[in-house]
Antibody
Framework: EVQLLESGGGLVQPGGSLRLSCAVS????????MHWVRQAPGKGLEWVSG????????YYADSVKGRFTISRDNSRSTLYLQMNSLRPEDTAVYYC????????????????WGQGTLVTVSS | SYELTQPPSVSVSPGQTARITCSGD??????AYWYQQKSGQAPVLVIS???KRPSGIPERFSGSSSGTMATLTISGAQVEDEADYYC???????????FGTGTKVTVL
């Protein structure tokens, strides 16, 4: 059974940092691209970042480029999102999701999702 | 930045057909994917690569694409299909992914 479990969310002040983790099981992690997707309260889905199966390719939405860093540890089957210089508009539920392909570019659709972790940026 | 445009809402009576459109400039060359999200839950993939229905998705869900528009059709909509629906695709470079603006489907 495929499982994705996010952790690391919480309350942080503007300008602060947070690191999200996503532990996965049930598939060969290194074979698949992975993504972070967020959803602000009452709003739609927003793709945040993606990485290829090897971790050699990383991709970011303009809204987070230069502030967020996606990475993965294939030996631990874990995906990460380092978030720096956080802003109130980064407040959202953050989901990790598995791509059906391995490249990271030309996404082949996200077939499995975690339940999400809430990040609140507020003073 | 690349955008995918959907109607904000669609209403349908039980047993009738609901159609949700997704408009984007690169859809002639890039696949569209469709997600269903019920309140408080993670999204679920209901259509892959424009027309493919993943295992476990009811046959009443179907997808099509023509030119710059992709369409999700729910034939014989049921009350449990009430949810937000999002399309998903990639820009022309393939490096930036985007979700559509979302459509709230009401079945009543």
């Amino acid at each position: 059974e495929v499982q994705l479990l996010e952790s690391g969310g919480g309350l942080v002040q503007p300008g602060g940092s947070l690191r999200l983790s996503c532990a996965v099981s049930g598939f060969t992690f290194s074979n698949y691209a992975m993504h972070w997707v967020r959803q602000a309260p009452g709003k739609g889905l927003e793709w945040v970042s993606g990485t290829s199966g090897s971790g050699g390719g990383t991709y970011y939405a303009d809204s987070v480029k230069g502030r967020f860093t996606i990475s993965r540890d294939n030996s631990r089957s874990t995906l990460y999102l380092q978030m720096n210089s956080l802003r109130p508009e980064d407040t959202a539920v953050y989901y990790c999701a598995k791509d059906q392909g391995g490249n990271g570019y030309d996404s082949e659709g996200l077939d499995y999702w975690g339940q999400g972790t809430l990040v609140t940026v507020s003073s | 930045s690349y955008e995918l445009t959907q109607p904000p809402s669609v209403s349908v009576s039980p047993g009738q057909t609901a159609r949700i459109t997704c408009s984007g400039d690169t859809l002639p060359k890039k696949y569209a994917y469709w997600y269903q999200q019920k309140s408080g839950q993670a999204p679920v993939l209901v259509i892959s690569e424009d027309t493919k229905r993943p295992s476990g998705i009811p046959e009443r869900f179907s997808g099509s694409s023509s030119g710059t528009m992709a369409t999700l059709t729910i034939s014989g909509a049921q009350v449990e299909d009430e949810a937000d629906y999002y399309c998903y695709s990639t820009d022309s470079s393939g490096y930036y992914n985007v979700f559509g603006t979302g459509t709230k489907v009401t079945v009543l």
